[in-house]
């Protein structure tokens, strides 16, 4: 920073570079303040006393030093920034979109991206601009995957646009085979099964073989059995799975449905023809291959059911399920070193278990299958 000669600048030149080395921002801003006083035409001073207002939180106060150094040396970047960035900070929203969107764009310094990022998503809301603040969410989730702040506030945007969309969906289309289906998956994640059941009774009224609404209609009457113990509504949930693969033989969800119903009412055969459906149609699905190896563990046939566990465990390596029935597997077999390891992850993986599954689950988002469960295989 030029500044004069003068004894008094240098030395509030050097207090002030030393109290912001050491993040003392109360000192700082006392000689900053004194250097604008003494040197108000150098736009270094004053870009570094906004930033001390802006660490502070002090933003109606930092934006007029940034304008200041801005208007003594336009190109000063960082500033152009920052300025932006307090604008938003008090709502002045269309006045920081020109900047924050270019510091987002260009800046290749990967903090100052991202701080540019959320200020971006803040102000793209503030606007109305609720489309514009998802892309940027997007973008923020793919350079920083694990950032918890980024990760905290995606959430709440992205949960604030697909109420916005449901909304608007409900206006303009308010009896449409979309909006009842919106309402029916919302209820169904909800737990108002009856709420659920009626909506999706509207959607077939309508299309009587729309794809995947007897399945999504099975699902909330299993769900409804469970709760309340109701074998009718075991019993319309087994037929809504069986009317959707008479639609869609390829339903791969419908036909592992009824292979765990069969499965647990312990008619094994008929379990092991629809676990088998599944896969045949989509090799890759992991409640399937558990679901398979339980029966034929069930049967007694553990040999043919170690191969479906390996893969299962290979496809999901998080599931415990898959890591427990292994080790029963290795036992059954008598291959003790293998179950040993096979316990001891699934051990690992139960100790590690939280609450992240509640925090994982998404709005209108209901659980697409049953998971396996830890327990007898009968």
Known sequence: MAVGQDSGVQQYSDAGQKALANGDYAAAQRAYEKLRDLEPGIAEVHANLGLIYFEEGKFDQAIPEFERALRLKPNLAKTE???????????????????????????????????CGLQLERTYTGLGRDSDAVKVGLELNRLYPDDPEILYHNGRIFGNFAFLTMQKLAQVAPDS??????????????????????????????????????????????????????????????????????????????????????????????????????????????????????????????????????????????????WYRLSQVQGMLGHEAEQKKAFAEFQRLRTLKSSQEEAAKQIFAPEEVTPQQVGPTQ
């Open 177 to 322: 085979v979309w909006r009842h289906q919106a309402a029916a998956e919302a209820y169904e994640s909800q737990g108002s099964y009856d709420s659920a059941i009626s909506e999706y009774r509207q959607v077939l009224a309508q299309e009587p073989t729309r794809p995947g609404v007897h399945y999504r209609l099975g699902r909330t009457f299993l769900q409804q059995s469970r709760r309340t113990n109701s074998t009718q509504a075991a019993a319309d949930a087994m037929k809504e799975f069986e009317q959707e693969l008479q639609l869609n033989p390829r339903n791969a969800n419908a036909a592992y449905e009824l292979g765990e119903i069969h499965r647990n009412a312990g008619e094994f055969d008929q379990a092991q023809k629809f676990f088998e459906l599944a896969l045949q149609y989509y090799p890759d699905f992991g409640e399937a291959q558990l679901g398979l190896a339980a029966v034929l563990m069930s049967l007694q046939k553990p040999e043919l059911a170690l191969p479906h566990l390996q893969k299962a465990a290979a496809l999901n390596p998080a599931n415990e399920v898959a």
């Open 81 to 115: 920034v920052l300025l932006a960035m307090s604008l938003s900070e008090v709502n002045r929203y269309r006045e920081a979109l020109p900047g924050l969107e270019k510091g987002f764009r260009g800046s290749f310094d990967p903090e100052m991206k991202r701080l």
